[in-house]
């Protein structure tokens, strides 16, 4: 379901960056892209946002950012049901742009499993390595 920005932040920092201020993972633009979240109900009925995923859009694209999904929820398939579902609607939204994204280095088979292709060399960015990948 769509989300509010600041419901992704959490979870982003926990998932991604956790030894950084939630402030860096705080991007610009962050109040105009779409965030989409994927919920599962506890054993207490109450519901936890497992995996968070946010989309910008641009003249020249639409980039997918901040996939993020709990550690502990991790390979359960619950990231690869909301980027299934989030390709659906940026590809409504695309109207011939490109969907792209840029993907930690060790991540690419992952995406490539999703149609998404490597466009250029690997680059480095906060001390690690990512490749950009476009969707065909």
């Not at 769509?2 to 109040?31: C, H, N």
């Not at 980039?63 to 909301?82: D, E, M, V, Y």
Request: charge should be positive.
């Amino acid at each position: 379901e769509l989300i509010q920005k600041e419901d992704t932040w959490a979870l982003r920092q926990k998932a991604m960056w956790p030894d950084k201020d939630i402030s860096f993972v705080q991007l610009p633009g962050d109040e105009t892209a779409l965030h989409f979240g994927l919920f599962v109900t506890t054993e207490s009925n109450s519901k936890l946002l497992v995996s968070c995923l946010s989309l910008f859009s641009s003249d020249a694209d639409l980039q997918l950012r901040k996939f993020a999904t709990l550690p502990s929820q991790q390979q359960q398939g619950w990231g690869s049901k909301l980027l299934r579902h989030v390709l659906k609607e940026a590809s409504l939204l695309a109207k011939e742009r490109p969907i792209v994204l840029n993907a930690r280095q060790e991540k690419e088979a992952f995406y490539a499993s999703f149609g998404f292709q490597r466009e250029g060399k690997p680059f480095e960015k906060n001390d690690r390595f990512y490749v950009r990948m476009q969707w065909h």
